[in-house]
């Protein structure tokens, strides 16, 4: 993950300068996080770390992951992990399921971890089971193949709600993070389970003792 780490910041770099060079590249991402947050890294040990010749520092991997727009490398992961799931299962259902192949595509999500539980397309008597978003959570339907259905989750149709907060919100419980947002057009929404926002497609965030005290404890 620290690979695409890099590769990920090199191709920000590239698409915000229009420079190809890695030395370019290098230089406008070094100047950006010292502007941003005064650390010092130099573009020679940037290219280094981006041909595998040395591995950065866990607080080099972090300000890298604040570069892209995010508070941690962690958090980095955590989204770069769910999106690549997410993609995973799309591919899968975008192939059509003939009656032959659903054991097998049953079995293939089911092997696939979205929020650290086996994902699934659900059949009930040779009907396949979707859901849709409605306002604050998922409810189970069958598929019709409208664009706003997605593929049946028990995980996410048990977990995954929309949620107002307050400062009395649990936000963490035993060092375990318990909410996750996304921040769109300078608004805030909050989720309890971790994932893709089914309105804007973006993925969520896990909330940071920052965000409480910025946003909603100030």
Known sequence: MIN????????????MTGKDSLNGRAEFIAESIWEESKFQISPKSLIRYYKREFTPTRET????????GFETYEEYVL????????????EVGRKPVTHSKRKRLSIL???????GISAYVGYT?????????????????????????????????ENFK????????????????QVWYDKSNNQLDFFTAPGIHPENGKTLKPITKYMVEKYIRN
């Open 125 to 157: 008597g040779g009907i396949e089971k979707c859901m849709t978003w409605d306002e604050n959570h998922y409810i189970e339907k069958r598929c019709t193949g409208a664009a706003v259905e997605t593929a049946l989750n028990p995980y996410l149709l």
């Open 4 to 15: 695409q780490l890099l590769r990920d910041a090199f191709l920000k770099a590239g698409e």
């Open 61 to 68: 991997q972090n300000f890298l992951a604040i570069f892209l």
């Open 162 to 177: 929309k949620i107002q907060v307050t400062d009395t919100t649990t936000f963490f419980k035993n060092g375990e993070v």
């Open 79 to 90: 989204a770069s992990t769910a999106k690549k799931e997410k993609v995973m299962i799309e």
């Open 109 to 115: 999500l089911l092997l696939i971890p979205v929020i």
